[in-house]
């Protein structure tokens, strides 16, 4: 960082001094998720003699050390009386480095910029920039919002690394607060955020991640037990590892021979991340020509990832399959034969064989070169069923919603499935639309799921995967939130990714240029020098239905014997072609695929070749900047040009009809009536309808969150939720009524209880609402109870019977505080002890019962919070004498001790709702558990 303050006036003046506060060094994740923690030393501080520079040198627990250094240099001149003085800022902060070397190189960082001077920092700075934007592959389409979206990840991924520099992590440079992604994780967000560096023609910033890799060779050494490092490595199994070093289990009794180590004994752990991230490297190796020299520094490392999976994988004997001990599968769970192993270990032995087919001396030499190759042919297929597809792992079927994406590595990103075979395909489309049909996806899930429908030629679905992200869940400034709550880093550059691969894709050799470009959708696109395998630069053109022309430039001088013929599969451009100039040899394959192989023996070293349908030769070769789609959109992200923030747009008005009693009324996005109420007077209505303001200040809304922005000096607040109407419907004069109060489960079973109460009582669930999370976690029901017990109108209802619920929101959801949405187990009993105040005094005459949560059937984990939450709730209703029935006992007592995958017959069920198909899972709990109970407390009938 160099800050320069310059100051004029016809005196001497005070220099001006800067103040360095720094701040605890506590990493984000481990304050969320650990207790106990030991914190880190405090700063020291030291001051140079020489140079006064300072020094901020933050000591770690592990012997490692990070230090910020600060430079003030300040120059005064006086001109015709007027005294002119100008201080310089410089500051340096380093990565973690060793014991005494995070403190020197931030020293000798701001000491070089100093010599340098302000000047020619800035035209160095500049230069880079001016250098990088031409030197890249160039994409416009006739969407200006996505592609606006695009030239903002290249610039976001130039500033958040370099080729010298540190990778690329969870946050780059952003450290926006709060949270907990500062860090490096293996098992999906590294990845991702490398993917864009590839066909967008940025290959020299994978360098980052390249070098680290090289660099902890032995670290990941000792990441397997003792008797493995011989010829094995493997990354940590944690998802959570900076420094690349398998953390040790936290769970007393359960760490594997005492040791930090990854590997598959009693306890299974994820086992691929190494693979996974050596695969990205290899990118490097395939999109830079092929170079020996890059396979040869790679190969050690991948050697041993690949030769560590022989000591976790077990056989008949013979030529029998070769299976995998279980292992887990990112954020899923254990399971043998996991396709997330498998899928990655059959990429690593493709590439170890590969680089001794090239010649490669460490690997033609290498003694375990027999091992892979019996490895390889003998690899166990995927596991697969008919109606889902692709498992997780043996016996293990995909039973519940997961936004990983790692059972489904062989369609996306390894593209191991031959999709021109029938069978294959549709087990492909099958999986695909199995996995996002149970949804619980997050945003990196559809940079998957975008390229998975380009390979399957459903560019329809393609389109929508990445126009939903970026409505969804993109903020104005295309970031992103994880975890609905924490701002994170690799999900846009995956998402620019995704948009290349709309562009170009490579499958199986071929490359396949505007495979992802929906007619009618996009009605033009073109780009330049987008990078494909083998260092090839390709530049092409599409106007309405058809491509104009492609040209392929051979910019690495790949050619035979390594390869022979470069096959191209151009969408809309018809056969025959015409090549300029003509000597560049083209044949068509005769299978009727549409592909044309170009001959490499006559496609030189930097020369290029320029492709069009011989039936219509385009008027102009030129690339040129879209000016379709929506071109009000153009400047679509950050601020408008010239700077001037827009104007908030104005609060929703409240529907007709809504009424508060207090608070204000405003829309209510998940409320049937659309309309809801802000416990603030006068409040401000968020523009996302779920939230609102104090008066006085702005709503910052990020999705269904936001933050209230008041003028200085009053800090900013959270948004509270809107609180929704209870139930909708009149009273009935001559049967009882019953109010059902609770979570996205109670609305699923409250319509059962009402048709078999028919006839008897009235049954309403409140709050009125049928398709969110109903009465949320329990810091809502606190805020919005009084709501939920009047009518969308504002009068107070006056139920027989009040069946309530909280649980499913207060940590077996999500382990997180995110108001109006979830909360954490740790405030739940305190709040629903006042909830249940409350409904004593506000609700005399009624009768009340209390539902213990139902079962979480797919996770042994989020089960026992609901457990454990249930046990609290039971003990605060045998307080208020209240009788309960518990929900929970009666699924397991039919379906089985968590985790199963199938309840009810029906896959997912439970998990933690149930198809609404037939819905016989709430049938059950209707007719058997809940209505016999509420029977028992309606008054009696004369």
């Known amino acids: 960082l160099v800050a320069t303050v310059t100051h004029t006036s016809t005196t001497a003046v005070d220099v001006p001094t800067w103040r360095f506060n720094p701040a605890v060094a506590a990493m984000p994740w481990a304050q969320r998720a650990c207790h106990g923690l030991v914190p880190n030393p405090p700063v020291a501080n030291t001051t140079s003699n020489v140079d006064g520079a300072q020094v901020f040198t933050q000591a770690h627990l592990s012997g490692a050390e990070h230090a910020t250094a600060i430079l003030t240099v300040t120059n005064q001149s006086t001109h015709n009386g007027v005294v002119t003085t100008t201080t310089v800022l410089y500051v340096s902060t380093s990565a973690v480095l060793p014991h005494g070397v995070g403190a020197s190189t931030a020293l000798d960082a701001v000491r070089t910029a100093a010599g340098l001077g302000v000047e020619a920092l800035t035209a160095a700075h500049r230069g880079w920039w001016h250098e990088y934007y031409p030197s890249g592959g160039f994409i416009t389409l006739a969407n200006p919002k996505i592609e606006s979206f695009y030239w903002c990840q290249m610039y976001k991924v130039a500033s958040a690394t370099r080729a010298d520099r540190e990778l690329y992590d969870l946050m780059g440079p952003w450290g926006v607060q709060p949270t907990s992604w500062p860090d490096v994780h293996w098992d999906l967000n590294l990845q991702l955020t490398h993917w864009v560096f590839f066909t967008s023609n940025r290959v020299e910033l994978a360098r980052s991640l390249t070098s680290r890799l090289a660099a902890a060779a032995s670290t990941f050494v000792q990441n397997v037990p003792p008797e493995w490092r011989h010829d094995s490595a493997a990354g940590p199994s944690t998802s959570s590892a900076p420094d690349f070093r398998m953390s040790c289990d936290t769970i007393p009794g359960e760490s594997y021979n005492n040791t930090c180590v990854v590997a598959a004994g009693d306890k299974p752990v994820v086992t691929g991340n190494l693979l996974w991230a050596l695969q990205q490297w290899h990118n490097v190796y395939r999109y830079t020509g092929y170079p020996l020299l890059e396979l040869e520094s790679l190969f050690p490392l991948l050697a041993n990832a690949v030769t560590y999976y022989s000591h976790i994988a077990v056989s008949d ?8 001990n279980s292992t887990v599968s990112p954020e899923y769970g254990p399971a043998p034969d996991c396709n997330y192993d498998l899928s990655l270990l059959r990429w690593g032995l493709d590439a170890v064989l590969d680089a001794a087919a090239r010649g490669v001396p460490a690997a033609t030499a290498d003694p375990r070169l027999g091992l892979w190759r019996q490895m390889s042919a003998r690899l166990a297929w995927y596991s697969t069923d008919v109606p889902t597809g692709f498992l997780i792992g043996a016996g293990v079927p995909l039973a519940h919603g997961h936004r990983h994406f790692s ?42 799921a975008s390229p998975m429908n380009v390979l399957l030629g459903r560019k329809d679905q393609a389109f929508g995967n990445l126009t939903f992200l970026l409505d969804t869940y993109i903020t104005a400034n295309t970031m992103y939130f994880e975890g609905k709550e924490y701002p994170c880093g690799e999900t846009p550059p995956a998402a620019a990714s995704a948009l290349a691969d709309w562009m170009l894709i490579e499958e199986h050799g071929v490359l ?21 395998p083998g260092g090839f630069e390709v530049t092409a053109v599409r106007r309405g239905s058809a491509t104009s022309f492609v040209e392929v430039t051979n910019s690495a001088g790949v050619g035979p014997p390594a390869v022979s013929t470069l096959p191209l599969l151009v969408d809309a451009m018809p056969l025959p072609w015409t090549a300029l100039p003509s000597s560049v040899r083209l044949t068509p394959r005769n299978d009727g695929s549409g592909v044309v192989e170009i001959d490499l023996t006559t496609l030189p070293a930097n020369a290029t070749v320029t492709l069009f349908s011989t039936a219509a030769r385009p008027a102009s070769f030129a690339v040129v900047p879209s000016g379709g789609g929506n071109q009000s959109e153009r400047n679509y992200w950050g601020l408008p040009l010239g700077g001037v923030p827009p104007p908030p747009p104005p609060s929703p008005p409240a529907p007709p009809g809504s009424q508060c009693h207090s608070g204000t009324p405003c829309a209510a996005h998940f409320s049937v009536s ?22 006085g200040t702005v709503c910052v809304d990020v999705q269904w969150q936001s933050t209230c922005v008041g003028p200085p000096p009053q800090k900013n607040s959270t948004g509270l939720p809107i609180c929704k109407p209870g139930a909708a419907l009149p009273f009935s004069a001559t049967h009882p009524n019953v109010l059902i109060i609770g979570d996205s489960v109670s609305i699923g079973y409250t319509p059962k209880v009402a048709a078999a109460m028919a006839g008897e009582a009235l049954v309403q669930h409140s709050p009125y609402d049928v398709r969110d999370g109903g009465a949320e976690e329990t810091a809502y029901g606190v805020l919005c109870l009084d709501y939920m017990l009047r009518s969308p109108a504002g009068n107070r209802l006056a139920p027989d019977v009040i069946m309530f619920n909280w649980g499913l929101h207060d940590g077996p959801l999500q382990n997180s505080t995110s108001p109006g949405q979830y909360g954490l187990p740790a405030v739940y009993a305190a709040e629903l002890e006042n909830i249940t105040v ?23 984990t989020s089960d026992g919070c609901v457990v454990n939450l249930n046990n609290q709730a039971a003990a605060i209703m045998a307080k208020h004498n209240i009788p309960t029935i518990n929900l929970h006992d009666a699924i397991v007592g039919q379906c089985g001790t968590p985790p199963v995958a199938k309840c009810f017959n029906q896959t997912g069920c439970f998990c933690p709702h149930c198809p609404q198909a037939n819905g016989v899972g709430y049938e059950y709990l209707a007719t058997n558990v809940i209505v016999p109970a509420i029977k028992r407390l309606l008054p009696s009938t004369p």
């Open 838 to 860: 409350q409904l004593k005094a506000a609700q005399p005459q009624a009768k009340l019962l209390f539902a213990l949560t139902s079962a979480f059937m797919c996770s042994a």
């Open 674 to 695: 659309g309309s809801g109420c802000c416990t603030y007077p006068d409040a401000v209505c968020c523009p996302n309808g779920m939230t609102c303001c104090p008066k």
């Open 317 to 324: 004997g013979g030529n029998s399959p070769l299976h995998l």
């Open 512 to 532: 396949r240029v505007f495979a992802g470009i929906a007619d009618g959708l996009v009605t033009d696109a073109a780009f330049s020098d987008l990078l494909a």
């Open 407 to 448: 059972h489904l590595f062989m369609l996306f990103p390894l593209k191991q499935l031959d999709l021109r075979n029938e069978s294959q395909r549709g087990l492909a489309a099958r999986s695909l639309d199995h996995w996002m049909g149970l949804g619980e996806l997050h945003g990196f899930s559809y940079t998957a």
